[in-house]
């Protein structure tokens, strides 16, 4: 019972690790490329957002009033 005791502990605390395309040199500048990607993508979302609430709140303020 000791040894199963102790096997168990050892299973429980063992670190499942992922790997990803991201550790492969061939991928380094294709996913760098991805993140600015992304990153752009982003900021033109939040830009649009923006606009479409100044957009929203010039038209459509006098409805609160």
């Known amino acids: 019972h000791c040894i199963s005791s102790a ?3 050892v299973y429980k605390r063992q670190v ?3 790997h990803g395309m991201r550790e492969l040199p061939e991928y ?3 996913c760098k490329r ?3 990607e992304e990153k ?3 900021q033109y979302r939040e830009e649009c957002k923006n ?4 957009l929203f709140s ?8």
């Not at 606009?51 to 100044?54: E, G, H, I, R, Y």
């Not at 010039?58 to 409805?63: A, C, E, I, S, T």
């Open 34 to 36: 991805y993140d600015e």
């Open 16 to 18: 499942t690790t992922y």
């Open 28 to 30: 380094k500048e294709l």
């Open 7 to 9: 096997a168990s502990d």
């Open 51 to 54: 606009k479409a609430f100044d």
């Open 58 to 65: 010039k038209w459509f303020y006098d409805l609160w009033d």
């Open 40 to 42: 752009r993508l982003e």
